[in-house]
């Protein structure tokens, strides 16, 4: 539909996993292909609320949000992030309950797959929205009973002297017989047309590649975004969600994918069967 030279919002969490796919493309290592490239970045729940907008062309989304989207938005077979055999934790007191039925738990937000899939785990639950950075602090404080983390507090939490009632990644891994847990995703606007998904698309996969070919500079990068987090624990958090399933998602991924939208569709969770057309390079 857009022929030669156009401008690409690529919009993606603040955070050490989303930073290291777009380092080759922020460090100028990766061609732009003759596209002008703007990056945005935002938590997962306001860019799943703005997709709903299309605002962005290309943006990270939840799972859980996607499966409102797939009309406008084309799923890239890149970019994923994925929970193999972990995922986000849903933590305590010491002294707080140790299960989440009935009690009221911090949520980053209704469109998370993170919530999704706690709503497998357990439907009878309150909630309570907050920014994700914010959970722990909510749970140390007894505002809340319990807290659900993602991004880096998966990691941090027993720091904060919290306890893990359930890591729904490996609950999940346990229940599938292991396949992994698809938590995010990137996805790119429909009416670009083909041309121009292919090019985003190559583009896109060639950083992702490109951070896990020189690591060293690629997690420097990275650790700008960790909100505390030194070196090793970067490396680590960035191990856990770029990887060769970040690369492309693989058989194994895909029906991972597949069987959440199953999951979700036949327990009422969404509104309508989701049917995922993977772009190809």
Request: glycine share 10%.
């Amino acid at each position: 539909m857009f022929e030669g030279s156009m401008k690409i919002t690529v919009a993606h969490s603040p955070d050490p996993d989303d930073a290291f796919m777009f380092y080759g493309l922020a460090s100028g290592a990766v061609s732009a292909e003759h596209l002008e490239i703007d990056q945005v970045l935002a938590d997962i729940e306001t860019l799943n609320r703005a997709a709903f907008e299309g605002q962005y062309e290309v943006t990270a989304v939840s799972f859980h949000a996607y499966a409102h989207l797939s009309d406008r938005y084309a799923l890239l077979p890149h970019g994923a992030s994925m929970g193999d055999g972990y995922g986000p934790i849903v933590v305590a007191r010491t002294d707080g309950p140790d299960a989440v039925k009935g009690i009221r738990v911090a949520i980053p937000g209704t469109l998370t797959t993170a919530y999704l899939v706690l709503r497998f785990y357990e439907p009878v639950f309150e909630f309570e929205v907050m920014p994700f950075d914010q959970i722990q602090e909510a749970v140390k404080a007894g505002s809340v009973d319990a807290g659900l983390l993602i991004h880096e507090g998966q990691l941090t939490y027993a720091e904060d002297g919290l306890r893990k009632i359930v890591d729904l990644g490996h609950w999940w891994a346990e229940r599938t017989d292991g396949l992994p847990l698809p938590l995010g995703g990137n996805v790119i606007r429909r009416d670009l047309g083909t041309p121009t998904i292919l090019k985003v698309s190559r583009m896109l996969r060639e950083s992702i590649a490109y951070g896990l070919e020189h690591r060293t500079e690629a997690l420097e990068y990275a650790e700008k975004f960790g909100r505390g987090l030194d070196r090793d624990r970067t490396d680590k958090f960035v191990g856990m969600y770029v990887n060769q399933l970040t690369l492309d998602y693989g058989d194994r991924g895909r029906l991972a994918v597949i069987r959440l939208f199953d999951e979700a569709h036949a327990m009422g969770l969404i509104p309508h069967p989701v049917t995922i057309d993977f772009t190809s390079l």
